[in-house]
Nanobody, 115 residues
Framework: QVELVESGGGLVQTGGSLKLSCKASENVFNFNRMTWHRQGPGKERDLVASLTVGDTTHYADSVKDRFTISKDGSKNTLYLQMNSLRPEDTGVYYC?????????WGQGTQVTVSS
């Protein structure tokens, strides 16, 4: 069983920055793909950014050029650098790790962007 623990969320003003972390219980290079998802108030959980084992990245249109996904194998950690934050970025951010056909989720971290 893979464990993922997110951290780094908080309250920030519009235009501010936050860096989220997702600490994995094993080497992040073992996963085929790791992703960040966001669930806003009253909304479904949506994909924000993904990073494959080959370092291919993908971003939702709403966060392109503002968010950056990365990982550090020495720390078994996935990151999401979020800049120029907007109120619509508010939500619970979840980390997901995919290995073969299995998916693992973290517990989420709350991000609130005030206007």
């Amino acid at each position: 069983q893979v464990e993922l623990v997110e951290s780094g969320g908080g309250l920030v003003q519009t235009g501010g920055s936050l860096k989220l972390s997702c600490k994995a219980s094993e080497n992040v290079f073992n996963f085929n793909r790791m992703t960040w998802h966001r669930q806003g108030p009253g909304k479904e959980r949506d994909l924000v950014a993904s990073l494959t084992v080959g370092d291919t990245t993908h971003y939702a249109d709403s966060v392109k050029d503002r968010f950056t996904i990365s990982k550090d194998g020495s720390k078994n950690t996935l990151y999401l650098q979020m800049n120029s934050l907007r109120p619509e970025d508010t939500g619970v951010y979840y980390c997901n790790a995919n290995i073969l056909s299995r998916h693992f989720w973290g517990q989420g971290t709350q991000v609130t962007v005030s206007s």
